[in-house]
């Protein structure tokens, strides 16, 4: 098995923890340990108390309880937790896709649901969304893509790296051509319970389907990617077995200390949204009135979930080249839109409660900047 490199995560970890002002960021704000165990009061003497043995493979029990509360009709032994949604991306594809199989992936997209499918061997074709159109999904085309021996079709709600929610009617018309042609889908929703309206949230795919798998994240709208966990969701057990048995060749088991923690953070998930979901809002308008300002530079399709955006250089200028500069000169970390084979565009984030002075140091920089428009 050969994996291209990683291109996002190689920018990250050359940039991330020197840069200054991080104005890219995937994940929401995170709180310390303390802030965390301070959400219920037996919390630290059972974080004190856990034995650092090995834990199940599929999770423990009491945090795989909470995760099934995150969706409507599922149980404990509807869930599968993961070392990172990483781990759980992998374990979907090598546990359902082989040589001669079929897969489609939603793009733009996070380059490991690409490059993950296609290092099982499986043929991959993309379901390629694009700018010019506003970002929209064009179902026929999906439905052109899919072969007899299409076996899994990836998608992204709320979605990276354009913040966007799919539209209701295209999640109905996905699980309709699911049963139609037998494929499952593997529905990345690590955005979930962060829409900037939540009347807006979409049903879980695993609650759609009796096949589906919902991919989960503590990292991203929860705001706590130290805790390194995902998990699977699924009524399909044979699936979610498949994957228990990778993952016995992956990580084993997760770390006890993250399970107990993911467990308390998800029983007071509504607390951490809230407060992730107030600095999206407070931060959103800030970001729409320096595109305003800076209209002869930069546009979007004005997100609706996550706090992340998808904005495109007007300018013509190498996004690369952009983006190392606003680094060099403002101490601004950027994400070049070319990690995901978008080279017109940069990925801007939202969500944390720093964002205003990094947008502040970035404007200052173009404002003293000859060369632009």
Same mark, same amino acid.
């Given at each position: 098995m050969r994996i291209p490199p990683f291109r996002?995560?190689?920018?990250?970890?050359?940039? #991330?923890?020197?840069?200054?002002?991080?104005? &890219? !960021? !995937?994940?929401? +704000? !995170?709180? &310390?340990?303390?802030?965390?165990?301070? $959400?219920?009061?037996? =919390?630290?003497? @059972?974080?004190?108390?856990? @034995?650092?043995?090995?834990?199940?493979?599929?999770?423990?029990?009491?945090?795989?309880?909470?995760? &099934?509360?995150?969706?409507?009709? $599922?149980?404990?032994?509807?869930?599968?937790?993961?070392s990172s949604a990483?781990?759980?991306?992998?374990?979907?594809?090598?546990?359902?896709?082989?040589?001669? %199989?079929?897969?489609?992936?939603?793009?733009?997209?996070?380059?490991? =649901?690409?490059?993950l499918a296609r290092s099982t061997g499986a043929h991959v074709s993309t379901w390629s969304r694009h700018y010019e159109d506003g970002w929209v999904h064009d179902v026929d085309a999906l439905e052109r893509l899919l072969r007899p021996t299409t076996r899994v079709v990836y998608i992204n709600s709320p979605h990276n790296p354009t913040g966007l929610i799919?539209?209701?009617?295209?999640?109905? @018309?996905?699980?309709? $051509? &699911?049963? #139609?042609?037998?494929?499952?889908?593997?529905? %990345? +929703?690590?955005?979930? #319970?962060?829409?900037?309206?939540?009347?807006?949230?979409?049903?879980?795919?695993?609650?759609?389907?009796?096949?589906?798998?919902s991919l989960g994240s503590i990292s991203k709208s929860y705001g706590l990617p130290g805790l390194r966990l995902g998990w699977l969701a699924s009524h399909d057990h044979e699936a979610l077995e498949r994957a228990v048995d990778l993952k016995h060749y992956t990580s084993i088991c997760s770390s006890g200390p993250s399970e107990l923690l993911t467990e308390l953070a998800l029983k007071h998930r509504e607390t951490l949204t809230e407060r992730n979901l107030a600095i999206v809002r407070r931060n959103l308008p800030l970001l729409d009135a320096f595109l305003e300002r800076r209209a002869g530079w930069f546009e979007w399709v004005?997100?609706?979930?996550?706090?992340?955006?998808?904005?495109?250089?007007?300018?013509?200028?190498?996004? %690369?080249?952009?983006?190392?500069?606003?680094?060099?000169?403002? %101490?601004? $970390?950027?994400?070049?839109?070319?990690?995901?084979?978008?080279?017109?565009?940069?990925?801007? =984030?939202y969500g944390r409660e720093n964002m205003p002075a990094a947008l502040a140091a970035l404007e200052r920089y173009l404002d003293a900047d000859a060369a632009g428009p």
């Open positions: 996002i995560e190689r920018y990250y970890d050359r940039h #991330e923890f020197t840069a200054r002002h991080m104005l &890219s !960021s !995937s994940d929401a +704000e !995170s709180r &310390s340990v303390s802030e965390l165990l301070a $959400l219920e009061p037996e =919390a630290e003497r @059972r974080l004190g108390a856990l @034995r650092l043995g090995y834990t199940e493979a599929r999770g423990a029990p009491p945090l795989r309880a909470q995760v &099934s509360r995150v969706y409507d009709g $599922l149980a404990p032994e509807d869930t599968l937790v993961c990483e781990e759980g991306i992998f374990l979907v594809y090598h546990s359902l896709l082989e040589p001669g %199989d079929h897969a489609v992936v939603e793009t733009p997209c996070y380059q490991s =649901a690409l490059e799919m539209p209701t009617e295209v999640l109905e @018309r996905v699980v309709e $051509l &699911s049963r #139609e042609h037998g494929f499952t889908i593997f529905s %990345d +929703e690590v955005y979930r #319970e962060l829409e900037h309206d939540p009347s807006a949230r979409l049903p879980a795919a695993c609650e759609l389907s009796p096949t589906a798998i004005r997100p609706n979930g996550g706090p992340i955006g998808f904005v495109r250089v007007k300018t013509g200028e190498d996004v %690369d080249a952009f983006c190392a500069r606003v680094l060099a000169g403002a %101490d601004v $970390l950027l994400l070049p839109g070319s990690v995901y084979d978008q080279p017109g565009f940069v990925r801007v =984030a």
